[in-house]
């Protein structure tokens, strides 16, 4: 385990647009550098008591984006944030798993195996020492970090009131894109990402390469990459943006 500061070399800048940025951060992780591994990241959210589309949805999106070149980043919770770490692993892929409490206490204790896995291929992060319990306010605060890290924010499912829907909120605030899987208007765990569709708050999308297109524009501080004359820069100019091929992914 190691501790950074926002000093240190391999902090990650765009989490110094946080409203609240961490004041540090403890990492369990065999990659040397956290701001090199986060640099083209997308965070993938969503209900705990997920269904089984959503759980597929989100392993898939999650592969395919890392097989890309993204880094996965969610809290590593039971559901869609398990699903999304899931997916990147099984191809290779790197993720982040950004905990509530000390990363040498992660939680939930059932995931000890995953939690392993992703330390080794990725990292386990939080802002809190060792020896922190889970505590419920930690799971709202390490969302802005989730959301922080990432260049765009996913949120595949998720209740009209969750931490998913938080997490979209603080990526708002960021001025970072929020994407969303639309899911049927008879589910309660499709109120809260049909919602943020409705709202305009999220954009709509059934592929993620659709993500690819949407993020293109964000350098790696996330924030809009602009030209001379002030307009957004198209993705195809951005020489470190993974690219994302194939034919799309059957959701049915």
Known sequence: ????????????????????????LFIESSEPD?????????????????TPYGLRVAADFAAALAESGYTIISGGAFGIDAAAHRGALS????????LAGGVDCPYPIAHSNLFADASRNGALVSEHPA????????FLERN??????????LIVEAAYKSGAIRTALDTVKL??????????????????VNRLI???????????????????????????????????????????????FGQGLSLL
């Open 131 to 138: 020896g922190t319990p889970s505590r419920k306010h930690n």
């Open 144 to 153: 802005r970090i989730i959301a922080g890290l990432a260049v765009g924010t």
């Open 198 to 244: 409705a709202e305009r708050v999220a954009e709509l999308v059934v592929s993620p390469w659709q993500i690819a297109e949407i993020v293109g524009p964000y350098g790696q501080d996330g924030q809009l990459m602009l030209d001379s004359d002030g307009m957004i820069k198209p993705c195809q100019t951005q020489s470190n943006q993974p690219q994302i």
């Open 1 to 24: 385990m190691r501790r950074i500061l926002a000093s240190d070399q391999e902090w990650p800048q765009q989490l110094n647009l946080l409203e609240v940025p961490p004041a540090q």
């Open 91 to 98: 191809v290779g892929g790197k993720t982040v798993v950004v």
């Open 34 to 50: 956290l701001s090199v591994l986060t640099a083209n990241s997308i965070a993938i959210v969503g209900s705990r008591n997920a």
């Open 175 to 192: 001025f970072r894109p929020v994407m969303a899987i639309p899911g049927p208007i008879s589910s309660p765990l499709s109120a809260g």
